[in-house]
C-alpha cells in the first residue's frame, strides 16, 4: 500500500509539472475513468464495540463523469461508477485461519453501482493545475458474495451505502480538446451495510476504499 502511495505521488508530481492550463476551449466535460479500488472494511463488535480491520482486497473501477465549470477555479462534477468493494475477515475473528491462512481465505465482496455529486477545486500554478475534490457519494448493491468460514447466514443486509469522498488529482492537455486526467481518491462509508452474526457476537460492517484511476475526456 505504502509503495502503491508513493509510485502515485511521483507520477502525480510528473503531471502536475508538466500540465498546462485547460477548459480554455469550452466549459464542460465527459470523461470515462478506470483503474482499482484498494477497499477494506471495519468491522464492529457488538458485544464490547471494539472496531477491527479487515486485510485489504483489490477490486474494479469503471466509471463516466460529466464535469461543469463554474469558474477557473470551481467546478461540480456528477458521476457514475461500477466498483467492488469489501475485505478479507481479520484473521484474529476465525480460529480456523490459524492454520489455513493461505488456503482458505474468508472474505466479503460487494459490487456497487455509485453515483457522487463532488465540488472540484483547482490550484492555481504557473502552467500547471492540480486540483481538490470532495463531496458525497451514494452506493446502491447490484451483487454481494460472501465467503465465510464459522459465520452463519447474513440477517440484515443493506442494498445502499452512503459515504464522503475527498481526493486529489491532476490534469493534462495533450490535444485540442482532449483530456487526461490522473486521480486519487479516499471514501469512507457512512452506512453499516451488514450484520455479520457468528457463534459469540454480532458485527456490523462498514466500507472504505482508496480510488487509482486514469480517465480521458472530451472538453466541448
Given at each position: ?165 475527498i481526493g486529489i488529482g491532476s490534469e493534462i492537455n495533450p490535444f485540442k480538446n482532449l483530456l487526461v486526467t490522473l486521480e486519487l481518491r479516499y471514501c469512507q462509508g457512512f452506512n453499516k ?28
Amino acid at each position: 500500500m505504502k509503495k502503491l502511495i508513493y509510485y502515485f505521488l511521483v507520477i502525480q508530481i510528473t503531471f502536475v509539472i508538466g500540465n498546462i492550463p485547460v477548459y480554455s476551449q469550452g466549459k464542460s466535460l465527459i470523461s470515462i475513468k478506470s483503474g482499482i479500488a484498494i477497499s477494506n472494511q471495519t468491522w464492529i463488535s457488538k458485544e464490547d464495540n471494539t472496531t477491527t480491520n479487515g486485510n485489504y482486497i483489490t477490486g474494479l473501477l469503471v466509471g463516466l463523469y460529466y464535469d461543469y465549470r463554474i469558474s477557473n477555479y470551481l467546478h461540480i462534477r456528477t458521476g457514475m461508477d461500477y466498483s467492488q468493494s469489501g475485505s478479507y475477515l481479520p484473521y484474529s475473528w476465525n480460529e480456523y485461519y490459524e492454520s489455513n491462512k493461505e488456503k482458505n481465505r474468508a472474505k466479503v465482496l460487494f459490487n456497487y453501482l455509485s453515483f457522487e455529486i463532488l465540488s472540484k477545486i483547482k490550484i492555481s500554478g504557473i502552467k500547471f493545475f492540480p486540483y481538490l475534490i470532495a463531496g458525497p457519494k451514494f452506493d446502491f448493491l447490484i451483487k454481494k458474495t460472501f465467503m465465510l468460514l464459522n459465520f452463519e447466514q447474513v440477517p440484515n443486509m443493506s442494498n445502499i451505502d452512503y459515504g464522503f469522498v475527498i481526493g486529489i488529482g491532476s490534469e493534462i492537455n495533450p490535444f485540442k480538446n482532449l483530456l487526461v486526467t490522473l486521480e486519487l481518491r479516499y471514501c469512507q462509508g457512512f452506512n453499516k451495510i451488514s450484520t455479520l452474526s457468528s457463534r459469540t457476537d454480532v458485527i456490523s460492517v462498514r466500507n472504505h476504499l482508496f480510488e487509482f484511476t486514469t480517465g480521458l475526456g472530451l472538453i466541448f
